[in-house]
Nanobody
């Protein structure tokens, strides 16, 4: 059974940076597609970034060039480095885990608040 534990959210001023971490327990981490989604109040959950087991990344247009997703398979951890943060990045950020023959897993969510 995979469990995801997120950390790194908080309050930051516009233009600042934060790094989110998501540690996974269980098996299949190396072959899993990992990602980050976010949900702002009153809005649907949306994709932020994903990374495959082979390191191929994909970003939402709104964060391209500002956010970087990475993974450390030795630590079973996926990261989201967020730079040049904007107030519209304010949301609850969720870690995402998808592996073959397994149901999708979600982290508990971590709040990111960017003040103007």
């Amino acid at each position: 059974q995979v469990q995801l534990v997120e950390s790194g959210g908080g309050l930051v001023q516009s233009g600042g940076s934060l790094r989110l971490s998501c540690a996974a327990s269980g098996v299949a981490f190396r072959i899993a597609i990992l990602g980050w989604f976010r949900q702002a109040p009153g809005k649907q959950r949306e994709l932020v970034a994903t990374i495959t087991g082979g390191g191929i990344t994909n970003y939402a247009e709104s964060v391209e060039g500002r956010f970087t997703i990475s993974r450390d398979n030795a630590k079973n951890t996926v990261y989201l480095q967020m730079n040049s943060l904007k107030p519209e990045d304010t949301a609850v950020y969720y870690c995402y885990f998808a592996a073959p023959a397994m149901s999708v897993k979600w982290g508990q969510g971590t709040q990111v608040t960017v003040s103007s």
